[in-house]
């Protein structure tokens, strides 16, 4: 296992890795390594958090499901396929505020390094289309506070995704 600054020394020290995955448990500080290659070596971001469905548009009550009813999963899985034919990409974004797709965009292109991020992002599916795959893990006090700081942050809204989450990658751990 090695730490934040040897993961981006890692990224770093492959100059052909042009599309990088970084998968994790929820609040594991995937979006958190990602900010910092985005940061520190200019890559662009694409994150799963930014394909939630309106919140409308959930199904009931979230429950345990893969793919997770609440994102635009689709879509995300042809954003990544389209990145890695070369394509550029233009999605638009969830506003957290309100609860729905809002009219910002996020346009990413394929240039230089991208960072496909999210629970998720190393699905069987997609994992072949990366040129490095990174897995994040975080210890239960630190995830628990993340995910505390997280919902007081963003909201109900977040905290219900968040536990839906953490309740489907579970039961997919104990299947």
């Known amino acids: ?15 052909d890795a042009r ?14 390594l990602a900010d910092r290659l985005e ?20 199904r009931g009550r979230i429950g345990p499901a893969f793919p997770f009813e609440y994102i635009r999963y689709a879509q995300f899985l042809a954003g990544v396929e389209a ?12 506003d957290w505020s309100t609860g729905r797709v809002g009219d910002e965009h996020r346009e990413v ?21 990366y040129d490095l795959r990174l897995w994040v893990e975080s210890d ?17 809204r977040m905290a219900r995704a968040v536990h839906a989450e953490c309740r489907a990658v579970s039961a997919d751990r104990a299947a």
């Open 19 to 32: 599309l990088i995955a970084i998968d994790g448990l929820p609040v594991s500080g995937k979006s958190t």
């Open 1 to 15: 296992m090695i730490d934040f600054d040897a993961a981006v020394a890692l990224v770093a020290s492959r100059p």
């Open 109 to 129: 292109r394929p240039e230089g390094l991208v960072i496909i991020e999210g629970v998720s992002s190393l699905h069987p599916d997609l994992a072949s289309l």
């Open 140 to 156: 239960a006090t630190t995830t628990l506070a993340a995910s505390l700081a997280r919902c007081r942050r963003l909201g109900a």
């Open 39 to 58: 940061t520190e070596l200019g890559a662009q971001c694409l994150y799963l958090d930014d394909f939630v469905r309106p919140e409308a548009e959930w």
């Open 83 to 94: 990145l890695a034919r070369g394509e550029t990409i233009r999605i638009p974004l969830y």
